[in-house]
């Protein structure tokens, strides 16, 4: 009986011993590297919108009310020269994240692919130069962007995000902030 | 001392965990399209190989047989979230790069595969030197298939262009076809060198995989001759 | 208001476009083993999309619901893998016992998949393409049914390979991830389509 007993009891006491010795050794690595993660990825976030908005010094990200769902974060320029947000497009493959500045004309300044899921070389196009150059300069109208051929899903996708943001724009503007 | 050194030449020829044993098979195909990203992807296999190994093999007379698949898989989780987590800190561009990859090392058979083969009969040395030299046999595999990829797929090699080759790239070959189709001769070569002298009964991973008494090729590879 | 539109296009895409093991080479380990009858390659492929599904069901609550919400989201490879290895044994059990017709069909296959990478990057995937439950779900059938086609179609080619003659060296493995490489290149022609199918 007493055998049969510790056959069980080892087995699971062993088990839930590693399990715990693993867990505190992960919070324990956790703690040293998360705020180096944190702190590259908010380099490398300020660098991204420096790179659609040149014309901005530093932002402050800012609260605005009334925003639609898919806007994720937005922040202003301390020197005015403009708003830049986070959006999320509904793509093909999964979601889109994409980042647009808006400069105090109302026109976009320049938008930028962070990460997707699309299908290589069809929908991924969205991501490059050819395709989102052409919001460049664009008001909300968003005359002349065209589509990707072939890769309409995607291309859709984009441009309602887009839309988004002059969404978030207009909400930033009306609550004065 | 002969011994030991052998245990660890193994794995880059005799043993060689990707091309002899077909271990680790998903990783292989999927990362060896910059040799970049296939030295980065070695290395940490190598990393959490070498940890599990000799944690395994320190632990091997602890750990009850009923439930030593689970205790080696959480000791292998743990070692390869920790390697996500310090790839993530250190090394950002290597992170993007290995994508979902970095985590399916979890289920890299060679890490489960060694453990079971190797570290729980072991001492925690030559465990350790089994895991440097998997690992060093598998990461110089990737390389190489990794640097035929890139550098006749794209002309470039570790990112630096190559002058002929940058204009006239088969861009195939960075594709999912090439991968396939490089491995395939890569273990022709194998083949030819050791003149069949490989693992028989190897095929498909079977000798080092853990799964094997429940295996429906059990058959066909005990009857393939040696292990 | 469930988007079917939007859920055809990821069951198609992850049958057609995202191939598990043919474009993202996942679960190579049993399609060159397994592929070779079409009755092994039947019977896997159902264990796994059924894995899949049961591994995406439980998996998804708890990254969302748990990891999550306590900031301990470093835990999700453990965790999930743990989860998938449990569910495998549980419904070995669960099988053996009350449905042994089953059981005799996919049970041997079973454990086999906890070490299937392509379970596990399924239910990894879900949670990085930022996919809602049923989302996740039907990403898992079409990634399940992805399989399933790439092994049913494999062990096809496999029995024909059997009459070849290759060079020595060249004969088993080779040869096997050579057709595979010419089965991967028939699946790029689908990109176009599925892209388009709703116009």
Known sequence: MNGNRRDIVKPIVVLTLICLVVSAALAFTNSLTKPVIDEAAAKRSDEIRLAVMPEADA???????????????????????????????????????????????????????????????????????????????????????????????????????????????EAAKEAGR | ????????????????????????????????????????????????????????????????????????????????????????????????????????????????????????????????????????????????????????????????????????????????PGGFFVFGCLIALVNKIMKGQALKGARAGCAACPSCSDCPNANEAQGGGAA | MID????????????????????????????????????????????VIFVMMLSTAVTWPIQTYLLERFGIGYLQTIVFILVIAALVQLVEIALKKYVPALYRALGIYLPLITTNCAVLGVTISNIDAGYGFLQSIINALGSGLGFFLAMVLFSGVRSRMEEADPPEAFAGLPLTLTAAAIVSLAFFGFTGVIENLFG
Request: negative net charge; proline residues 3%; aromatic residues 8%.
């Open chain 3, 4 to 47: 079917y539109r939007g859920l055809v296009v990821i069951l198609v895409g992850a049958v057609f476009v995202n191939n598990y093991v043919l474009q993202r080479f996942l679960g190579i380990c049993p399609f060159l083993g397994v592929s070779k009858q079409l009755s092994s390659a039947t019977g896997m492929s159902l264990a």
């Open chain 1, 59 to 169: 932002f402050e990200q800012i609260e605005v009310p009334g925003m639609p769902e898919t806007v994720s974060a937005a922040y202003r320029a301390k020197n005015g020269a403009g708003y830049v947000f986070n959006v999320v497009g509904r793509g093909y493959g999964g979601d889109m994240q994409i980042i647009c500045g808006i400069g105090p004309d109302g026109r976009i300044t320049a938008c930028m692919t962070l990460s997707h899921s699309e299908t290589e070389g069809v929908g991924s196009k969205t991501a490059e130069e050819e395709y989102r150059g052409q919001y460049a300069g664009k008001d909300a109208s968003l005359e002349g962007v065209e589509a990707i051929s072939r890769a309409t899903v995607s291309s859709e996708a984009y441009e309602k995000a887009i839309r988004d943001v002059f969404e978030a724009y």
């Open chain 2, 1 to 176: 001392m002969n011994a030991r050194l052998k245990t660890l030449l193994n794995g880059i020829l005799k043993e060689n965990p990707v091309l002899v044993l077909v271990l680790g098979t998903c990783p292989s195909l999927a990362i060896s399209t910059q040799a970049s990203s296939a030295l980065g992807m070695g290395i940490a296999a190598t990393l959490v190989l070498l940890g599990s190994n000799m944690a395994i093999s320190a632990l091997r007379n602890v750990i009850p047989d009923k439930v030593r698949i689970p205790c080696y898989v959480i000791l292998i989780a743990g070692f390869v979230t920790m390697t996500e987590m310090i790839v993530e800190a250190y090394a950002y561009e290597l992170y993007k790069a290995l994508g979902i990859y970095l985590p399916l090392i979890v289920v890299n058979c060679i890490i489960l595969g060694r453990a079971e083969m190797y570290a729980n009969k072991n001492g925690v040395v030559d465990s350790a030197l089994d895991a440097i030299g998997m690992g060093l046999g598998f990461t110089l595999t990737l390389l190489v298939m990794a640097s035929l990829r890139e550098v006749f797929g794209s002309g470039t090699w570790f990112g630096m262009e190559i002058p002929v080759l940058a204009d006239n790239p088969i861009s195939i070959l960075t594709m999912a």
